[in-house]
């Protein structure tokens, strides 16, 4: 059996935090429960210097989303933060011309 995916929220949780604030400001409650829960699956892996978007769904590389997609824009304080979203689902959150994120320091080992 496979690991899960670490939850966003663990490996990036001011981001998740801005996230929850830019959404319900666009009157976007539901999505602003359901960023809480999201997977980190994979970065972007562009290479651009300017991009740290993550994938927090698997879906097929260079494909369109195809029905049920919509893009959310959000209004952060600096840089762009755009959510691709499928039937409610977050598949990919788009984070661009930021500051370079921190990942939270992982708890120690116990034992």
């Keep these: 059996m496979e690991p899960e995916q670490p939850l ?3 490996v990036y949780p001011d981001l998740i935090a801005e996230l ?3 959404l319900e400001e666009e009157g976007e409650r539901d999505l602003s429960i359901v960023v809480r829960d999201v997977r980190l699956v994979g970065e972007c ?3 651009d210097d300017f991009c740290q978007s993550i994938r927090t769904s698997d879906h097929p590389q260079g494909q369109p989303y195809g029905p049920g997609h919509r893009c959310v824009p959000l209004l ?6 755009i959510l691709d979203v499928v039937d ?5 959150i788009e984070i661009l011309d930021r500051a370079p994120m921190e990942r939270a320091v992982p708890p120690a080992a116990t034992g």
């Design 76 to 81: 952060p304080s600096n840089g762009m933060l």
């Design 45 to 47: 892996g562009c290479g």
């Design 20 to 22: 929850v604030v830019a």
């Design 8 to 10: 966003v929220r663990d």
């Design 88 to 92: 409610g689902r977050i598949m990919y």
